[in-house]
């Protein structure tokens, strides 16, 4: 039976690591279980953006972050990128969406052409064949041709495309504000309920 309450959450290298730690913290503020992959290049950003240095070791990250967040430790989940052993590397497992946050475009490139070289390109493959619900926050500028058209490929077969661009329409007065209106929109897609931000006409 598919969850609803679990997410798989992806964080590469691309730049945009407030959106992944303030998604992150979101979804285990309300309870919901998170399977947890970064890549190398996703640590590198994290620590470059944020000061937020997370070690190398499953293990290691699962302790630092339930520290960090003060959640139940059954609540997170925490894989390596070669760790085939995981539950995402099947279409049996239970998880109901995935959101690549931030997606590289080498990410979303192996993505678009089934190379499933390493845990997050297999998780988002297996998401795509068992027709579940896969959020790709692709975060480049400008996109090349290639971008396009691997994104449109993406969005032809049902794949969400949701590059992180705020609105500034509800006035944001802090960067803080920005981050959760991205967040916002992906906790949308993927049917999930929040307060982060008023809606239009509310």
């Given amino acids: 039976m598919i969850d609803p309450r679990q997410i798989a959450l992806a964080i590469t290298g691309a730049s945009g690591a407030p959106y992944s730690k303030r998604l992150l913290e979101v979804l285990l503020a309300q309870g919901i279980t998170v399977h947890l992959m970064v890549s190398a290049a996703g640590r590198i950003v994290l620590a470059d953006e944020l000061d937020w240095k997370l070690p190398a070791r499953a293990s290691d990250i699962h302790k630092m972050l339930i520290a960090e967040f003060a959640c139940a430790p059954e609540l997170l989940k925490v894989y390596g990128e070669q760790q085939w052993s995981s539950p995402l590397a099947s279409g049996s497992h239970k998880v109901a969406t995935m959101v690549v946050c931030p997606c590289t475009m080498g990410t979303l ?3 678009a052409v089934g190379s499933s070289d390493n ?6 493959d297996v998401m795509i064949k068992e027709n579940r619900k896969l959020i790709l926050v692709p975060r480049e500028a400008p996109f090349s041709t290639i971008h396009l058209e691997n994104m449109l490929k993406l969005a032809r077969i049902g794949v969400c495309i949701l ?3 705020p609105g500034f329409y509800f006035k944001p007065t802090q ?8 967040v916002a929109r992906i906790l949308d897609q993927a049917t999930i309920e929040h307060t982060l931000q008023p809606r239009w006409g509310e």
Wanted: aromatic share 4%; proline share 10%; no cysteine.
């Fill in 163 to 165: 590059p992180p661009s």
């Fill in 109 to 111: 490139s192996s993505i």
């Fill in 119 to 124: 845990l997050i390109n297999r998780a988002a």
């Fill in 175 to 182: 960067l803080s504000d920005i981050v959760d209106f991205v």
